[in-house]
């Protein structure tokens, strides 16, 4: 019979003198994996009072190690980490495991934005021992000693010779960056996955890891793209969670996840600075995916048997997604390069084979590399210049959002959501900067009104009469723009050579749909 948690008053005064000692001989990282078990333990214990002394000590040690550094770097992390620590007490007076589990992630995912802001700080004050105290966190957590990162050889040179800080240490940044903007994608494919299963309870624990990954990139996202791009993606982010959190069963749950997950790896895309054609969106993805599927793996098998499930179950939701978007744009791909095209296929099934029969890591790994190496041809391979009327972008949302009344009259809302969402993704992005130039207002009302009111408006399940009298509304606005937009004739895109026929013809599929596509 399991013990009933117990509360009674003076538990803290207890939880305090039970408190196991700090040592002071730990590293940061060492540290932060403490504050990690503590929770972690406190969620499994029998008694409230086991509990609240784990929790007790957990916060001991993030006063002692980060609380001071937060309140440098970024005050808004001391505050989401206090409150966590709060909510978590409650969740465990009132029995709800599940909760601390979720608060546990805000704590954790937020001490690695607190050391990574350190690191920054750490260069710009030229102190090369701070960076490698803090550098310590996001290697304990992302093992990034134990695999091939470039880092490994920076942080040598760095203790080597100190000097070399101010030229290694913004690579290193950079290289964990990656590792976050991963993290941020494939977290949402998890939760996906797991829905797939109508596993809710896992996909609100990704959701919550992938938007506390993703507050460490923000700030890089803001500085590239701008404070509005990456306010959305945040928005998003705590969309996902929302969602997850709500009442709706695991397959409209899953859908409204794909639909966001789908814009937030656009929103990347941009932010990378590549191709964010169909075929572009696809080479991408296909990359990431394959690096993923690398890096699950080396933690999932070893000698023929599989030691961690949880990884090795990752490993085959990322290679399936990568040949899902491969088998998406193969005759696009073997337009660009037939050789790059048949070696990548060719690559994927042997990995298939690889994983099925869990064979060697290493194997895998080579795999990989040579699949990398098809895909940085098959980018190679885009280019040229194609200008296209801005006016075919404008009659090709009138088109989508007059289906998108038809399709929701006729009761099918996520093929409506859908069409908006093209209408605004795959089209009135590339308005958006012309228009903003000779009528910045009218830019920001026809956005509002189609990517956050309308798309709103069909989530909440609105009246069929109010869809379309948004929709006319957008519509009429829409004609004012084409009256101030002539003088701009063409807008000049980069684009890949197969996809030129598809833009002009303005017939291509949904972008999104490509990256939804598992």
Do not use: C
């Not at 990574?116 to 030229?126: D, V």
């Not at 797939?196 to 506390?212: C, I, M, P």
């Not at 932010?271 to 991408?284: H, N, P």
């Not at 394959?290 to 070893?302: H, I, K, P, S």
């Amino acid at each position: 019979m399991q013990h009933q948690k117990i509360l009674f008053s003076g538990i803290f005064l207890l939880a305090i003198i039970v408190l196991t000692p700090l040592g002071f001989s730990a590293s940061l990282g060492d540290n932060w994996s403490s504050i990690k078990s503590s929770l972690s333990s406190g969620e499994k214990a029998d008694t409230l009072v086991v509990s609240l002394s784990d929790v007790n000590n957990a916060h001991l040690i993030y006063t002692n190690s980060f609380k001071l550094a937060a309140f440098e770097v970024d005050s808004e992390s001391d505050d989401l980490i206090e409150v966590a620590f709060d909510d978590i007490i409650k969740n465990h007076t009132s029995e709800d495991s599940g909760m601390a589990s979720l608060n546990r992630q805000v704590i954790d995912k937020t001490i690695y934005k607190i050391a990574y802001m350190k690191m920054e700080l750490a260069i710009e004050k030229s102190k090369s021992d701070d960076f490698i105290t803090w550098y310590s966190v996001l290697d304990k957590k992302f093992k990034v000693s134990e695999k091939d990162y470039e880092s490994n050889k920076w942080i040598a040179e760095i203790e080597s010779t100190p000097s070399s800080l101010s030229s290694n240490g913004p690579s290193i940044l950079e290289e964990l960056l990656a590792i976050f903007k991963l993290k941020t994608i494939e977290e949402l494919e998890e939760a996906i996955a797991a829905l797939n299963e109508g596993d809710v309870k896992s996909a609100k624990k990704f959701t919550y890891e992938g938007l506390y990954y993703y507050r460490t990139l923000h700030p890089s996202i803001e500085e590239k793209l701008g404070a509005e791009t990456a306010n959305e993606l945040l928005h998003a982010m705590q969309e996902a969670v929302e969602v997850t959190m709500s009442d709706s069963t695991p397959s409209e749950i899953k859908s409204e996840i794909e639909h966001i997950a789908s814009e937030v790896e656009l929103i990347i895309r941009e932010y990378e600075g590549g191709d964010t054609s169909d075929v572009g969106l696809a080479l991408s993805g296909i990359r990431d995916r394959l690096v993923l599927v690398e890096e699950e793996y080396l933690d999932a098998v070893n000698n023929g048997k599989i030691i961690n499930q949880v990884e090795y179950d990752e490993t085959v939701i990322f290679l399936e997604k990568a040949t899902s978007i491969f088998e998406s744009v193969k005759p696009s791909l073997s337009e660009l390069s037939e050789s790059d095209s048949s070696s990548l296929e060719n690559n994927l099934m042997e990995i298939d084979s690889i994983v099925s029969s869990k064979g060697k890591t290493s194997e895998v790994s080579i795999l990989v590399g040579k699949s990398l190496n098809n895909v940085a041809s098959l980018e190679a391979f885009a280019g040229g210049a194609v200008e296209v009327d801005i006016f075919q972008y404008f009659d090709e949302i009138e088109r989508l959002l007059t289906e998108a009344k038809t399709v929701y009259r006729n009761g099918d809302s996520s093929l409506a959501f859908d069409l908006v969402s093209e209408a605004y993704l795959d089209n009135y992005e590339f308005v958006e900067g012309p228009l903003g130039e000779v009528d910045p207002e009218l830019m920001s009302k026809i956005e509002i009104d189609m990517r956050e009111d309308l798309r709103g408006m069909i989530k909440v399940g609105e009246s069929s009469s109010k869809i379309d009298a948004q929709i006319d509304m957008i519509l009429t606005d829409l004609e004012a723009a084409k009256q101030v937009v002539p003088e701009f004739g063409t807008i000049a895109m980069m684009v890949l050579a197969v996809a030129i026929i598809s833009i002009v013809a303005v017939t291509s599929k949904s972008r999104i749909s490509i990256l939804q596509r598992f």
